[in-house]
């Protein structure tokens, strides 16, 4: 949706100042705040709100959200507001993500190799500020350094009744 024309810009924003003024609001309405992020791309600013909520996101739940919000970012630079999931790959970032995904599929991509290579796939077993543990087929436990490690996803298993009956209405 565009922002308002002629609306008062008083300072270029940021994904801060969108955080500071959309977790409260996350918050009041049960919801998971989970990261804002402003890109200029085609056709101007992009401010993109990520939410969650336990047993998921739904577009009612984007939509009221993007209601509530958007009135009160008129300090914020932008052109264009989203309000979304983060998605069933959101990457593992903070202890919460980890206690939804432990015992689950990983995929560890790492800034530079160890023992050869870059990317791992296995079992999150622990996290914590210095390093997460993830179980690897035939080779049991690694430990890597949070530092070392790009990013850290779930991998998203479909069952045959997922593709046959589809997804629900959840984001």
Known sequence: MRKKQGSMRRREGSAYTAEQIGLPVA????????????????????????????GG????????????????????????????????????QTIRDFQKNKGKPVELKLYA????????YGVLQAMDDQSVTIELERVGEKIFHRASIAVIKPVIEWSEDDIVNGP???L
Request: with cysteine.
């Open 113 to 120: 190799p160890v023992d050869g290579q870059k990317l791992y």
């Open 27 to 54: 918050v009041d309405m049960g919801l998971e705040w989970v990261e804002a992020t402003l890109h200029k791309e085609n056709g101007g600013k992009h401010l993109r709100i990520f939410l969650d909520k336990e």
């Open 168 to 170: 629900d209405n959840t």
């Open 57 to 92: 996101l739904t577009l009612d739940d984007c939509e009221r959200y993007h209601k509530n919000i958007q009135p009160l970012l008129e300090e914020i630079d932008y052109d264009f507001l989203e309000v979304s999931s983060p998605g069933l790959d959101r990457p593992i």
